[in-house]
């Protein structure tokens, strides 16, 4: 049997041991490889990897059929404070929030400042686990953040390293009793080693 003749089932079982990037290579060798290649079961596990070069597409990217059982997003440090750049973060953090398939977003490096704390707490709160290390988060941010989490929301995992904590009510720290890791190295009552 030629590799060209075999049956979709089987291309799909050999696609789906690939490497992200050989796939993306072999949908370019016919038009049945590359139907195989886009089903979005093969990209489920693809961190999509969000840079100056590609923030001006997000929606788009995200918007992909391809894409719609992708789990995870990282964004670049110092992406959203590109000059020129369309996407604000609370635009970058509305649009995950609506994605129904993602569940991780690493946003380190990234000024958070900015964004309204209903709108951080709100799309943070709607994933599993977040990496918001060194985004400086404000006070009314964080709180909002793990109070939000503490009443709803799916998040098990947050990292918070880098961001000033030293003005943080310390009962909070009770109250990140529904996550599983919180990493808030840097603080004066914390350990290096979480809660």
């Keep these: 049997m030629e590799i ?10 050999v696609f789906s041991n690939l490497p992200f990037p050989s796939l993306s290579h072999v949908m370019l060798v016919s038009t049945m490889w590359r139907t195989v290649g886009q089903n979005p ?8 990897r969000i840079t100056k070069k590609n923030i001006g ?18 964004i ?29 977003l690493y946003i380190g490096g990234n000024d958070l400042s900015m964004v309204e704390p209903g ?26 953040l793990l109070n939000t989490c503490q009443q709803e929301g799916k998040l098990r995992e ?5 961001n000033d904590l030293t003005n943080i009510d310390q009962n909070f720290k009770s109250r990140t009793y529904k996550l599983n890791f919180v990493q808030m190295i840097l603080s004066p009552w914390f350990d290096a080693d979480g809660v």
Excluded: Y
């Design 4 to 13: 060209s003749s075999m049956p979709e089932e089987i291309l799909f079982q």
């Design 41 to 48: 079961w093969l990209w489920e596990q693809c961190t999509l």
């Design 57 to 74: 597409h997000f929606h788009s990217l995200l918007n992909l059929p391809i894409f719609s059982r992708m789990h995870a997003i990282s």
């Design 76 to 104: 670049c440090p110092d992406v959203l404070a590109s000059t020129g750049n369309k996407e604000t973060p609370s635009q970058v953090l509305k649009a995950i929030q609506s994605s129904r398939s993602i569940r991780r």
């Design 119 to 144: 709108i951080l707490a709100g799309a943070l709160s709607s994933l599993e686990v977040v990496h918001t290390h060194c985004t400086n988060l404000t006070k009314i941010q964080i709180e909002f």
């Design 158 to 162: 947050l990292n918070i390293s880098g």
